[in-house]
């Protein structure tokens, strides 16, 4: 009889060990906005976007707790979000559309990957669970404006052609109704 438990120990314990081995890896650095991911099926690097300015991702570590092929953002107008992991109340790692602003700070708080990559990602995590680490700051926003000030004011060097940008249609609180036009051409200027 000994022998019998000793043997299903055995098994349970060999179980336990491969399937917590399976589990996908999966690390978000906030501050080079990229995602580690670590698999049975390889080793990952991937760019990422997160919390902009006046949201936040948060820090931690997580387990998913539902995964959906395709999820719409009742918060968000419906917004898509293909692939979505769901990992701490309404945040996601998800695939996302806006994939030229990937590698710097754009969600309401998701984690937002390209749709490529979102679907291997769940498909791993589909397959293997996973553990989701998140950590790091968020790098400044007058990082990613690129400002270059000379002696005859302030200029900002041109975006990337490669990175178009969506205009906004209003502006913050507290500019004058007549400022908006001037703020939507120069949003970096400190009015």
Known sequence: MRSVIGVLIMMCSALWMTSAQATVQV??????????????????????????????????????????????????????????????????????Y???????????????????????????????GASISISGAPPRSTMFAKAHRTHAGTHYAARSHHQPQAGLAYAPAGYAPNTVQSWQSDPFFHW
């Open 27 to 96: 690390h978000i650095d906030l501050t080079h906005q990229s995602m580690n991911v670590t698999s049975n099926s390889g080793s990952y690097t991937w760019p990422v976007s997160t919390a902009r300015s006046g949201y936040v991702t948060p820090n931690g570590t997580f387990a998913p707790y539902s995964l959906q092929r395709m999820h719409y953002s009742k918060k968000y107008h419906m917004s898509p979000m293909p692939y979505s992991i769901f990992f701490a109340g309404g945040y996601a790692i998800h695939g996302t």
């Open 98 to 128: 806006s994939v030229a602003q990937l590698g710097r700070p754009a969600s309401h708080g998701c984690i937002r990957l390209s749709p490529g990559h979102a679907q291997q990602l769940y498909q791993m995590v589909q397959a293997e």
